[in-house]
């Protein structure tokens, strides 16, 4: 099974700055099912990124997902107040696995 | 729209069987390239998944829980119905059902959750 390392574990920073989060698989995946959420408390997760760079619809272009491999990341340009949450990685093989998550805090 | 509602238990004790439903609405269970899978996450935890039903080919379960876990659907009532037998305190989680895209591998809507906890 593939393990998804995600760090940092938290992000503390400011609105309007830039953030990048991380996600390492145990081994080489497949770009094509990778997907980063987000997810706020008391609320449901949200997609944001699908098949690596793609974003679902209505996410704002300030996230930009990339990477290949073993290493994918998630960028945040201009953080805005409601960014600030959970994110977690996915990649869809044999099963779903998740990452861990990466607390982004407002600083 | 695309809505799930997740709807059952919060306290189970150990040994019993945990019965979770999810009701949909807004996509059709005919449509052979979406699901719904179950997914949780125990306090402080990652999120597991544990299982897919699609209309088309049956169910797929996690390996860890395959024992235990039976996805089923009543397509009348638009629910997917999870049971998960013999609970232990290690079951304690909230526990999400989602849309599963089988061509993108995403899950693109999901549900609040519920938070279920097997306590004696």
């Known amino acids: 099974e593939i393990v998804l390392t995600q760090s940092p574990g938290t992000l503390s920073l400011s609105p309007g700055e830039g953030a990048t989060l991380s996600c390492r698989a145990s081994q080489s995946v497949s770009s094509g099912y990778f997907a980063w959420y987000q997810h706020k408390p008391g609320q449901a997760p949200r997609l944001l990124i699908y098949d690596t760079s793609r974003r679902a619809t209505g996410i704002p272009d300030r996230f930009t997902g990339g990477g290949s491999g073993t290493d994918f990341t998630l960028t945040i340009s201009r953080l805005e107040p409601e960014d600030f949450a959970v994110y977690f990685c996915?990649?869809?093989?044999?099963?779903?696995?998740f990452g861990q998550g990466t607390r982004l805090e407002i600083k | 729209q695309v809505t799930l509602k997740e709807s059952g238990p919060v306290l189970v004790k150990p040994t019993e069987t945990l019965t979770l439903t999810c009701t949909v609405s807004?996509?059709?269970?005919?449509?052979?390239?979406?699901?719904v899978s179950w997914i949780r996450q125990p306090p402080g935890k990652a999120l597991e998944w544990l299982g897919n039903i699609y209309s088309s080919d049956g169910e797929s379960y996690s390996t860890a829980l395959k024992s235990r876990l039976t996805i089923s659907k009543d397509t009348s009532k638009s629910q997917v119905v999870l049971t998960l037998t013999n609970v232990d305190p290690l079951d304690t989680a909230t526990y999400f059902c989602?849309?599963?895209?089988?061509?993108?591998?995403?899950?693109?809507?999901w549900g609040l959750g519920i938070l279920v906890t097997v306590s004696s």
């Open positions: 989602a849309r599963i895209d089988r061509w993108l591998g995403d899950f693109d809507y």
């Open positions: 807004g996509f059709s269970f005919s449509n052979a390239r979406m699901g």
């Open positions: 996915q990649h869809y093989g044999s099963s779903p696995t």
